[in-house]
């Protein structure tokens, strides 16, 4: 780590900001991870893509049907890929066992990883949580030194209120929040945390209006910018750029240049198989997607025939 517990959240930011993207986790036809392939796509997505860093082994990377041991091994080959291209990492620590929350944590810690972050605690019978979830978020803050990410959307059953989240961003490193909750929730919490932490959602398409309008830095993350971007084609780079720079306008007209590929991968995506569908238009990007672990399904074979036929109407740039 480059900064000590005190100073994890001045340290959060200064260097965790721009596109960050949910990397997905390649197998092979045997079942095992493609370790090849995986330092091959981070290779691609930190140095010809450039993105500010990679969010690893979260839902999109299926870290549900991975061992301990599997997750471990990922956080170290992405470190050392990510570091080695000048790029960042932040590694999904998330699970129903709160010691195997905090033994990925220390790993993190250990291999080079820049934050983590930590998905809400799924609660059965969960009513009147907030004093559960805080006392869950302080115990990790103080077991880790490193800076952590709160993480929480509908897929746990509920929705931290913004004044929870708030109260847990006081802790000494906690640096963030993915947020994937409605747009009046995450305005709110940016208007209470001000500049404290970083807040952001997943949404791609809200992404431009949120840096002009809430003064956002940080888009933690979904697949967008892995998938609608190209070595020949980064307009999600491009537009966050004039961003950046306050050329709003400039930035409306290359993010909206992108409808016709957001249009086309919704129009490709079965119903149900969220990572078979972005490993195939991975693959047909030209990197290394592979199956997907049970109990996911595969896809069928005309469901790969109609991504290929959305695929060549994205209007994406291939080389």
Not at 63 to 83: D, Q
Not at 106 to 134: K, M
Not at 162 to 190: D, G, T, W
Not at 240 to 248: I, Q
Request: hydrophobic share 40%.
């Amino acid at each position: 780590m480059n900064y000590n517990k005190q100073d994890a959240k001045a340290y959060a930011k200064a260097h965790f900001t721009g596109v960050w993207a949910a990397m997905l986790t390649p197998f092979k036809a045997d079942g095992s991870v493609d370790e090849e392939g995986f330092r091959a796509n981070v290779a691609h997505w930190t140095g010809t893509l450039k993105l500010g860093g990679l969010f690893v082994c979260g839902k999109q990377g299926e870290f549900f049907s991975m061992s301990l041991e599997e997750r471990k091994r990922s956080f170290t080959l992405a470190a050392e890929v990510a570091r080695a291209q000048g790029s960042r990492t932040v590694m999904s620590c998330s699970d129903t066992n709160l010691d195997t929350v905090l033994e990925l944590g220390r790993h993190a810690e250990a291999c080079g990883a820049d934050w983590i972050v930590v998905h809400s605690p799924v609660l059965h019978f969960g009513a009147d949580t907030d004093e559960t979830i805080y006392e869950y978020y302080r115990h990790i803050s103080e077991q880790l030194n490193i800076g952590i990410a709160m993480w929480n959307h509908p897929d746990c059953g509920y929705l931290m209120s913004p004044q929870l989240c708030a109260r847990i961003a006081e802790l000494p490193n906690i640096v963030a929040i993915k947020y994937s909750v409605p747009r009046e929730m995450y305005v709110e919490l940016s208007r209470l945390v001000g500049d404290k932490i970083q807040v952001s959602t997943a949404s791609e398409e809200e992404w431009l209006d949120n840096i002009e309008e809430l003064g956002w830095r940080l888009y933690l993350c979904s697949t967008p910018p892995l998938l609608l971007q190209t070595a020949a084609d980064q307009r999600i780079n491009d537009y966050t750029r004039l961003a950046f720079e306050g050329k709003f306008a400039e930035a409306r007209v290359v993010r909206d240049s992108l409808e016709s590929a957001r249009q086309a991968f919704k129009a490709s995506k079965p119903k149900g198989k969220p990572q078979a569908h972005s490993k195939y238009w991975l693959e047909l990007l030209g990197q290394v997607g592979g199956p997907v672990r049970r109990p996911l399904l595969q896809l069928t074979e005309d469901e790969r025939a109609l991504i290929r036929e959305q695929f060549a109407r994205s209007g994406l740039k291939l080389g």
